[in-house]
C-alpha cells in the first residue's frame, strides 16, 4: 500500500509540517505501507525513514508538479494535510483532485480548518460551505479532528460516509530540562510559571492573559509568566498587535514577571519549555473548527493546562475536563481559574491522571492504526 502525504515539512516553521512528520514516521513503522512526502518547496529532501522530496510550491504552484508526481511513483492514496494557506480554496485544487481521480489515485483530505457559514465569513471565506461541498464530491475521505467538526459538515450537506473523526496525534512523554531553561531565563526556580507557547497573532487572544496577571498577583504573587514563539506571518496587524501587548505589559508593570522569546522555538528545546512550566495556557479566541497542536504538546508533557472555551479546545472539555476551560474573553475568570489550579484546593492529582489517559488515547501510535484503517477501507 503506497501512501503519499501531501504537505508542508521541516525545516518549513508551519504548525502542519510539524503535524506531518511524526504521523508519518508512526504510519511508516507499519510494514504494509509504503509512504513518502511530497514536501513543499522548503522541504528538507530525505530517504529515512521515508522519502521526502520538495515538489510544491504553497497557493502557487501545485497542480502540475503534484500529477507529475502522481504520475512517476504511482501512489495508490494521497492524502493532503489542507489549509487554505497552503491549498488554497477553490479552482486549482479542484482541478488537482480530478485530475488524480482520473489517474485512480485515491484521495483524502485532512481539514484542519472547518468554518461554519458564519465564520467563514468572518475569516473572509465566505464561500467555505460551497468548499466544503465541492471537497466532498472530489474526495475519498475527508478527516476531522473534533466531533464538532463532523457535525458541522454534516449539516451542511455532506455524506456521512466521507468524515472521519481521528483526533491530532500526542507525541511520547516529555522529558525536558525545565530547570536549565529557567536558570538561562532567569526565572526563580520555585516560582509558579505559566507558559503561552506558539505563533502570536490576534486570534491567539494572547492579551487576555496580559490584562488577567495583575488580579492573579494579588492571590499568587510569586508567578511568573512566560511566552514562546514568534509572531505569526510578520504582517502588519500583528506587529500591531505585538505593540499592544508591550503596551498592556508596560502600563502594568509587568516587565519583571513576564519572560519573552519571540522567536520560532527549535524543535530540540521545545520541550524544556513545557518541562519548566507548571500551566500551560491557550486563550485562543477562535470561531471555526480545529484542533490545537500545543494542547497536545501540554498533553504529551503530562501538564495541567487552561484553556479558552471555544471549539478549538472541544475535545479537552470532552476527553479529560471541563475544569481546564475559561470564558475567552474574560481576564477576571483566566486570574481566577489559574490560581485554582495553581492552588491546594485543585484536584490536580485527578486531573493530570485524565490528562495521561487521554495522551496515551491520542498516542501517535494510535493515530496512525486509525489512519491506515482508513487508508485499507479505501483499497
Known amino acids: 500500500m503506497k501512501i503519499a502525504f501531501v504537505s508542508t515539512y521541516p525545516p518549513t516553521k508551519c504548525g502542519i509540517a510539524t503535524y506531518t512528520l511524526p504521523l508519518a514516521s508512526a504510519i511508516a513503522e507499519n510494514p504494509d505501507v509504503e509512504i513518502s512526502v511530497y514536501g513543499d518547496s522548503d522541504s528538507a529532501s530525505s530517504e529515512k525513514p521515508f522519502k521526502v522530496e520538495p515538489i510544491f510550491k504553497k497557493k502557487t504552484d501545485f ?12 501512489p495508490d492514496i494521497m492524502h493532503f494535510q489542507h489549509t487554505p494557506d497552503i491549498f488554497g480554496m477553490g479552482g486549482a485544487f479542484y482541478e488537482l483532485l480530478d485530475e488524480l481521480g482520473r489517474m485512480g489515485v485515491r484521495r483524502v483530505i485532512t481539514l484542519h480548518t472547518v468554518y461554519t457559514q ?6 473572509r471565506k465566505p464561500h467555505a460551505v460551497s468548499f466544503h461541498r465541492k471537497l466532498a464530491t472530489l474526495s475519498d475521505a475527508l478527516v476531522v479532528h473534533q466531533p464538532s467538526m463532523v457535525e458541522i459538515l454534516k449539516s451542511q450537506g455532506l455524506p456521512q460516509s466521507k468524515i472521519f473523526e481521528i483526533p491530532h496525534w ?11 531553561l529557567r536558570k538561562r531565563l532567569e526565572i526563580p526556580a520555585d516560582a509558579p510559571l505559566l507558559l503561552f507557547f506558539g505563533f502570536i497573532h490576534v486570534q491567539k487572544n494572547l492579551h487576555t492573559v496580559l490584562k488577567a496577571m495583575p488580579t ?48 520560532f522555538i527549535p524543535q530540540e528545546e521545545v520541550e524544556d519549555y513545557y518541562a ?37 479546545f472541544e475535545e479537552i472539555g470532552l476527553r479529560v475536563s471541563r475544569d481546564l476551560m475559561a470564558p475567552a474573553s474574560s481576564p477576571a475568570a483566566w486570574a481566577e481559574k489559574a490560581a485554582w489550579l ?19 488515547a491520542s498516542s501517535t501510535t494510535a493515530v496512525a492504526e486509525q489512519h491506515i484503517k482508513l487508508y485499507k477501507s479505501l483499497l
Open 170 to 180: 500526542t507525541g511520547p512523554a516529555m522529558q525536558g530540562d525545565g530547570a536549565s
Open 276 to 312: 519548566a512550566a507548571d500551566i500551560v495556557l491557550m486563550p485562543h479566541k477562535q470561531g471555526y473548527g480545529s484542533a490545537s497542536g500545543v494542547a497536545h504538546q501540554a498533553l504529551s508533557a503530562r501538564k495541567l493546562m487552561l484553556c479558552s472555551d471555544g471549539p478549538k
Open 342 to 360: 495553581l492552588s491546594s484546593t485543585a484536584p490536580r492529582t485527578d486531573l493530570l491522571a485524565r490528562i495521561q489517559r487521554y495522551a496515551e
Open 118 to 123: 458564519l465564520s467563514g465569513i468572518i475569516e
Open 63 to 74: 497542480v502540475r508538479p503534484l500529477l507529475a508526481a502522481a504520475a512517476r511513483y504511482k
Open 216 to 263: 492573579l498577583l494579588e492571590t499568587v504573587p510569586d508567578a511568573h509568566l512566560l511566552i514562546a514563539g514568534s509572531i505569526a506571518g510578520g504582517t502588519w496587524y500583528n506587529k500591531l498587535y505585538s505593540s499592544y501587548l508591550k503596551y498592556i505589559i508596560d502600563s502594568n508593570n509587568l516587565r519583571f514577571r513576564i519572560h519573552a522569546v519571540t522567536e
